[in-house]
């Protein structure tokens, strides 16, 4: 059976995805995990602003939306200068980060920041996703959204519920600014004659 990191991994590399910047750690280990045995490439960098900043870069020399990983809390936080960097300059960039399953963290709350409304100014895209089964429809959706208009940035939120679980391993999170959304696109006018 498949769980959700394998469903993502597949999701990505259908949007043709060949490398992924960013950082290992708890949160992302079975995606990391799932990029070992696929053909995307992990691209490890030091720092998570590094990772992003790559990504936007990528994002922009190639045209497709450049992916960047992290973990949870200040690891996530890092990638919001990536992520300012990307809206200044329309690259078209996914930002995957993690979090811990609340509920059942021994640690209570500890590095366990809102994510979702931190980078909410900063990304095109928002959306929470229940089902991993949901995964691939979301991940396309995002791509299209990150490259269309003036191309942005996107991020995703998963929590870790327990390693191993089958379909069920995620709840993954999306962001759409109300700016971008469809009835606040611009029109296109007629020229004056």
């Not at 469903?7 to 079975?30: H, K, Q, S, T, W």
């Not at 980060?97 to 931190?118: C, H």
């Not at 991940?139 to 939120?157: H, K, L, S």
């Not at 959304?181 to 296109?188: E, K």
Request: some cysteine.
């Amino acid at each position: 059976m498949t769980n959700g990191s394998d469903l993502l991994v597949a999701a990505l590399e259908n949007e043709g995805v060949d490398r992924i910047f960013g950082i290992p750690g708890e949160e992302n280990l079975d995606v990391v995990e799932s990029l070992r045995r696929s053909k995307i490439e992990l691209v490890l960098t030091r720092h998570e602003q590094a990772a992003a900043f790559m990504a936007a870069t990528h994002g922009r020399l190639t045209g497709r939306a450049g992916v960047c990983i992290a973990t949870l809390g200040p690891g996530a936080l890092n990638l919001s200068t990536g992520a300012a960097y990307a809206h200044l300059g329309a690259m078209p960039m996914i930002m995957i980060t993690g979090q811990k399953a609340i509920m059942t963290a021994k640690q209570a709350r500890f590095q366990i920041v809102d994510v979702i409304a931190s980078m909410r100014p900063l990304t095109k895209m928002t959306r929470q996703i229940v089902s991993p089964g949901s995964i691939p429809a979301i991940v396309r959706d995002a791509f299209r959204v990150a490259m269309e208009e003036r191309p942005g940035r996107c991020t995703w939120n998963f929590r870790r519920t327990s390693p191993g679980r089958k379909l069920r391993t995620f709840r993954w999170y999306h962001r759409i600014r109300s700016s971008y959304r469809s009835h606040h696109r611009p029109r296109l006018i007629a020229p004056l004659r």
